[in-house]
């Protein structure tokens, strides 16, 4: 099937390329930007005739910003064949769901589709996506695409347009406008956000760097976010809440206060469970910084989150926000926040493929009876050894030579582990050559 995305060049729009390249589609990509390199680094082709391109794709994916997209749904809707699919991914579904079914021929089914994740994660799997079908006009179309979607395990959810705008109101809404303004009051107060996290507590810390996560984005994306026509009624009684509390709080109403909490507390419900999550997630924070603690003289490897740089060397100081690695007399300080320490086998992984190994060929005569390739899996297990592979098989009379050639992290002494390999050899019944 062909599949047709408009603001394909975007990054959510080059997520989805490649998702339906993986599973087989024939994908094709436009974008206002015009950029064709994308489209050739994504290996899929880039639409230069674009209403060709619309007249004979089964699928086209409407992924432009919000405030552009029903102009886009107005302008390519009508183009499209006869039994094709025309589906958005925007968080606002009332506007585009009725645009789409204004324009599109009655021939055309139509699918509102909002992925509750970002262009960031890797996979789709656990992730949330919430589908608006029509009736009527996604019967073919839906049951296929739900179907890609939970074997690659999403979790699907269903709801009317309506509904879904009046959720995300303040699923989305309530949550970007209030971490933004935290992030605006910190401008405003000229507050130093750096300097503060030396006193931070464990919440304030997860606090900061969710307000840090929104404001390190498109911005352009969030304010059309806000432009749900639902949040205007949640803004003003988010408002009203922050003004009613501001004023107990001057009064000095300490029951005032204690009342707002309770009921809020009541109608929130089950926040036994909430206490335990959030507990869990600090908890990982915590755990984190431990490990790093007791790694302190030992060599660890710590990966950049956003270069993907690896850090490799011995763990020499620890601080709440920074640790320190040695290496060949030179020392790296790193924010903890931007890495992520490896585990052992991925640190195994990173040292054969990043660090220059070097090669040592064994010849040996192997014991009667004895079965090479089981030699050569126990030699592949010797502390320092990446692999063991059987280069030569020599059959002298009783005896069968065989030469063994075993590849060593670079970082090891290559003569003292080809010297414990030779001893282990001799103690299972091997002759060195």
């Known amino acids: ?255 005032g206060f204690v009342d707002l909490m309770k009921k809020a507390s009541s109608h929130f419900g089950d926040t036994e469970s909430a206490l335990r999550r959030s507990e869990k997630l600090i908890g990982t924070k915590i755990a984190e910084h431990e490990e790093l603690v007791r790694s302190i003289g030992y060599e660890r490897a710590l990966k950049h989150i956003y270069s993907g740089v690896v850090h490799f060397g011995i763990i020499k100081k620890v601080t709440p926000r920074t640790v320190i690695l040695e290496r060949v007399g030179k020392t790296a300080e790193l924010l903890i926040e931007n890495v992520r320490l490896l585990d052992e086998k991925e640190l195994l992984a990173w040292k054969a493929t990043a660090l220059r190994s070097v090669i040592r060929d064994i010849s040996v005569f192997i014991p009667h009876g004895s079965d090479p390739q089981i030699i050569r899996d126990v030699v592949s297990r010797s502390d320092g050894v990446i692999s063991a592979d059987i280069i030569d098989v020599y059959n002298k009379q009783n005896a069968i030579s065989i030469t063994y050639r075993i590849t060593i992290y670079g970082d090891c002494d290559a003569a003292g582990i080809q010297q414990n390999v030779e001893t282990l050899l001799r103690g299972i019944g091997c002759t060195i050559r």
């Open 1 to 255: 099937m062909k599949i047709l995305i408009i603001g394909g060049t975007g990054e959510t729009g080059r997520w989805f390329a490649k998702f339906y390249k993986k599973h087989g589609f024939d994908v094709i990509i436009w974008g206002i930007n015009q950029k064709k390199e994308i489209a050739q680094e994504l290996g899929v082709k880039f639409a230069d005739d674009l209403d060709r391109e619309i007249t004979t794709s089964d699928i086209v994916m409407i992924s432009v910003p919000i405030n552009i997209t029903e102009k886009t749904i107005e302008e390519i809707a009508p183009k499209m064949p006869q039994e094709s699919l025309l589906m958005d991914i925007t968080s606002i579904k009332t506007g585009p769901i009725e645009a789409m079914k204004k324009y599109a021929p009655a021939d055309v089914e139509i699918l509102g589709t909002h992925p509750m994740f970002g262009p960031s994660i890797p996979d789709i799997r656990g992730q949330i996506v919430i589908f608006t079908p029509i009736e009527g006009r996604s019967s073919r179309w839906f049951p296929l695409i739900r179907g890609m979607y939970e074997d690659n395990g999403a979790h699907i959810e269903v709801m009317g347009a309506v509904q879904h705008d009046k959720m995300m109101a303040v699923v989305q809404g309530l949550t970007h406008f209030a971490y933004i303004s935290i992030g605006s009051v910190f401008s405003e107060l000229e507050f130093d956000v750096a300097q503060s996290r030396r006193f931070m507590s464990p919440m304030y810390d997860i606090m900061l760097d969710l307000v840090g996560r929104i404001l390190a984005q498109n911005p352009y994306l969030y304010a059309m976010i806000q432009m749900n026509p639902e949040v205007a009624g949640v803004h003003k009684a988010y408002i009203n809440r922050c003004n009613l509390m501001a004023e107990i709080v001057r009064d000095r109403d300490i029951e």
